[in-house]
């Protein structure tokens, strides 16, 4: 059992920047998959960037590559995202969500545990 709470959300301008983190708890996060997962309103929800238990293998959209960088800290159990130049269509809830399998997977469904979420607002 994993539980996750995101942070860090908030009202950026564009252009601006924003650090997410996500705590889980319990003694087997080190063997889970990681995703950051956001979702507008009127839209499904879909993947932002992906992490491997071991951080040897990371997945990005291609609307966020080469602004967003996921990361993870095992010792701490946290995951992070660090967005950089915003745009106002970053704006969504941002989840984060864990998979026991370890590996990156894409879709919502692949995922077992997931966080309540935390806004991310990108003004223009």
């Known amino acids: 059992q994993v539980q996750l709470v995101e942070s860090g959300g908030g009202l950026v301008q564009a252009g601006g920047s924003l650090r997410l983190s996500c705590a889980a708890s319990?003694?087997?996060?080190?063997?889970?998959?990681m995703g950051w997962f956001r979702q507008a309103p009127g839209k499904e929800r879909e993947i932002v960037a992906a992490?491997?238990?071991?951080?040897?293998?990371?997945y990005y959209a291609d609307s966020v590559k080469a602004r967003f960088t996921i990361s993870r800290d095992n010792a701490k159990n946290m995951v992070y995202l660090e967005m950089i130049s915003l745009k106002p269509e970053d704006t969504a809830i941002y989840y984060c969500?864990?998979?026991?399998?370890?590996?990156?997977?894409?879709?919502?469904?692949?995922?077992?545990?997931w966080g309540q979420g935390t806004q991310v607002t990108v003004s223009s």
């Open positions: 319990g003694r087997t996060f080190s063997s889970y998959g």
């Open positions: 992490i491997s238990w071991s951080s040897g293998t990371t």
């Open positions: 969500a864990a998979t026991s399998t370890g590996l990156v997977f894409h879709y919502p469904r692949q995922y077992n545990y």
